[in-house]
């Protein structure tokens, strides 16, 4: 597990039909612990995705520096996009090998395979799988290189409750099993009580960090609707401006 250290002076997108250039994100500082799990709560088109893929290395365009465990240049880093991106001719078991060095353990796959309840899915070809099974290949994926950093980018979006809630519950059991420091995108609040650590709350154009809010309700207790009810109240009479956030 690793430190995290993102600081982002300015990453500025050139604006091709409009006048002005559009400041995405300015003076953007945020560590992460070993093995926290850290929410970032914000309204659509704050600049997320653009922070995930300048910390994955896809967007190198900008001011500052992002430090994955400093001691070497290429850290592992998994990324679950908001669109699972399986390849359609490859099956469940071959994109998630894709991920992998050659002669991995295949021992390791069968164990995420199982823990995400795909084992008997391995073999098919993704047109055959419901969107919330595609979800979980990519969760799948996404751990099987052990990452230093876990980058998801609203993963849940679009999944009916029932779903969302059950993928929510296998990611934290895997999360539990092999604790990974996690930066979870969500525009979602009570998606955000029942997964973080910490969540830290954005405002937009350029994206700022408005406030960093622990939260201590214990892992067992947070499948409870009533708790995570209350801390949102709570949390939303003790900091009335992040509701202009969501
Ligand atoms: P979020 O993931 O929080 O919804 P994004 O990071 O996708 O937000 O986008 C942040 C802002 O940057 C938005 O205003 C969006 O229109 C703009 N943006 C994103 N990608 C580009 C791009 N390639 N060129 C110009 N502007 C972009
Ligand atoms: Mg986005």
């Known amino acids: 597990m690793t430190t995290v250290d993102i600081n982002i002076i ?18 953007f500082k945020l560590s992460l612990n070993p093995g926290e799990f850290v929410c970032l709560v914000g309204p659509s088109g704050c600049g997320k995705t653009t922070l995930l893929n300048i910390i994955v290395g896809l967007d190198t365009d900008y001011q500052g520096s992002i430090g994955v465990g400093g001691q070497h ?26 991920a992998l060095p050659p002669a991995s353990s295949t021992d390791q796959i069968d164990a995420l395979l199982d823990v995400m309840q ?31 950093l876990l980058l998801m980018d609203e993963p849940f979006v679009s999944l009916d409750a029932p779903t969302a809630r059950q993928i929510r519950e296998l990611l934290v059991k895997l999360w539990q099993q092999r ?33 960093h809010i622990p939260v201590d ?30």
């Open 10 to 27: 300015s990453k500025i997108y050139p604006q091709k039909e409009r006048a002005q250039a559009h400041a995405a994100i300015a003076d």
């Open 73 to 98: 240049s290429h850290p592992r880093i998994g990324y679950v996009f908001q669109n699972p991106r399986l390849l359609p001719w490859r099956t469940v078991r071959e994109n998630i090998e894709l």
């Open 118 to 148: 795909l084992s008997q899915m391995q073999h098919v070809y993704p047109e055959r799988l419901s969107l919330g099974m595609s979800r979980r290949v990519a969760i799948i994926r996404a751990f099987a290189i052990n990452p230093e």
């Open 179 to 211: 604790p990974h420091t996690v930066l979870f995108v969500t525009h979602d609040l009570r998606e955000a009580i029942r997964l973080a650590d910490r969540m830290v709350f954005l405002s937009s154009a350029p994206m700022q960090i408005v406030s």
């Open 217 to 246: 309700i214990a892992r067992n207790q947070r499948e409870d609707e009533a708790n995570i009810e209350s801390f949102r109240q709570r949390l939303l009479n003790d900091y009335p401006a992040i509701k202009t956030l969501l």
